[in-house]
């Protein structure tokens, strides 16, 4: 039985949401601040997904989502009824996988979660080696290929270019990036992930063009459809 943790404020809507997913077939831990949502999934590692609220006394979801994201690539959805566009990248940015506003159908709620769930549970299923449109990277011989050919890259690109197929399409920060790659200590700035992604995608040449993707005033994606910038 998947664990699912639904952090929100309003008990009704917090029992609402956790009734539709035990109907499901899902285990759910409650928590009403965002505080309590942290320390709950810091002591169930075995979280399945996060479904988090933004406006949280004590950490608020944009804020909780940020700290996870720092340890985990677990799914989030962020709940909210802010349904400002800036909202919705905004959520995005400190690394949420889907965003829902208020109100909203339970049911439909429920289908966004077996999607996330499904999603994870694709990309992870050979989570030592990736495989996408010509390209294979593989964790155990720490090489890539494109078409047969292999690619020589540094240590740095083999990890965000590890890093980016493993979420494609998700869309990760600069600042998340540096942190996850270089490390909470490093005096570098982002100008360091750009430099970096920069030399990656040509190294891959027409692959790289194609596929990694800036998002201006964001950061970077891996398209999986390789449609280009």
Same mark, same amino acid.
């Given at each position: ?18 009734? +539709? =997913? @035990? !109907?499901?077939? +899902? $285990?759910?831990?409650? #928590?009403?601040?965002? *505080?309590?949502?942290?320390?709950? +999934? ?20 944009? $804020?909780?989502?940020? !700290? ?18 800036? /909202? ?7 690394? #949420? ?5 208020? %109100?909203? *159908? %339970?049911?439909?709620?429920? @289908?966004?979660? $077996?999607?996330? =769930? ?11 080696? +990736?495989? =996408? /449109? ?6 155990? *011989? ?13 240590? @740095?690109?083999?990890? &965000?270019?590890? !890093?980016?197929? *493993? ?9 998340? &990036? ?19 992604? #920069? ?31």
């Amino acid at each position: 039985m998947k664990k699912i943790i639904v952090a929100d404020d309003e008990q009704l809507i917090r029992r609402l949401v956790c009734d +539709f =997913l @035990k !109907k499901d077939g +899902f $285990e759910t831990l409650e #928590a009403e601040d965002g *505080s309590q949502a942290l320390s709950l +999934f810091n002591s169930n590692p075995d979280t399945a997904l996060l479904i988090l609220d933004i406006m949280m006394p004590a950490i608020d979801g944009w $804020e909780l989502c940020r !700290k996870i994201r720092k340890k985990s690539d677990v799914p989030i959805i962020l709940l909210s009824a802010r349904s400002q566009e800036f /909202d919705q990248l905004t959520g995005f940015e400190v690394g #949420a996988d889907d965003y829902v506003t208020k %109100p909203f *159908s %339970p049911t439909v709620l429920v @289908k966004r979660v $077996e999607a996330l =769930l499904k999603r994870k549970g694709n990309s992870g299923a050979d989570t030592m080696r +990736f495989s =996408l /449109d010509g390209l294979v990277l593989d964790k155990n *011989s720490h090489a890539v290929t494109v078409n047969n050919s292999e690619i020589s890259l540094t240590l @740095k690109e083999f990890e &965000l270019l590890d !890093k980016l197929l *493993s979420a494609t399409d998700r869309v990760f920060s600069r600042e998340q &990036l540096l942190d996850d790659i270089w490390g909470y200590t490093y005096d570098g700035d982002t100008r360091t992930v750009d430099s970096h992604l #920069a030399r990656l995608r040509t190294k891959l040449g027409d692959w790289g063009e194609r596929h990694i993707i800036t998002v201006y005033g964001l950061g970077y994606k891996l398209d999986r459809e390789g449609v280009g910038e």
